[in-house]
């Protein structure tokens, strides 16, 4: 037997107000995780090119942040805060469903 009934549903065009609210919610999450995971790494790469012994030393590999170089800190903690940061973000804005279209 078939179901002459079909449901489409697809992240890139949703059709009802509460998957465009999902989709906005995830498009934001997602946005904030490129940032963290692509923006902090290129800009610790791009603060050591100006070092003169191409060794890539700048304020952000110099500067200490409790006893760790604050670049290691940055990667290796900020990171892993800033994930579980972005968890709690999705969790609040799926509750709240704040974009009401």
């Given at each position: 037997?078939s179901?002459n009934?079909?449901?489409?549903v697809?992240?890139?065009?949703p059709?009802?107000?509460?998957m465009?609210?999902e ?7 997602l946005?904030?995780?490129g ?20 060794l890539?030393r ?10 760790f170089p ?12 800033g ?7 999705y ?5 709240k469903?704040?974009p009401?279209?």
């Amino acid at each position: 037997m078939s179901d002459n009934r079909l449901l489409k549903v697809n992240f890139f065009t949703p059709s009802t107000p509460n998957m465009k609210a999902e989709v906005f919610i995830a498009a934001v999450i997602l946005g904030f995780w490129g940032v963290l995971s692509f923006g902090l790494p290129l800009l610790i790469w791009l603060a050591g090119l100006g070092d003169p012994e191409g060794l890539g030393r700048s304020f952000i590999t110099e500067a200490r942040f409790l006893g760790f170089p604050l670049h290691y800190w940055l990667i290796a903690q900020g990171c892993t805060i800033g994930y579980v940061l972005l968890c709690k973000l999705y969790c609040i804005l799926w509750d709240k469903k704040i974009p009401r279209f």
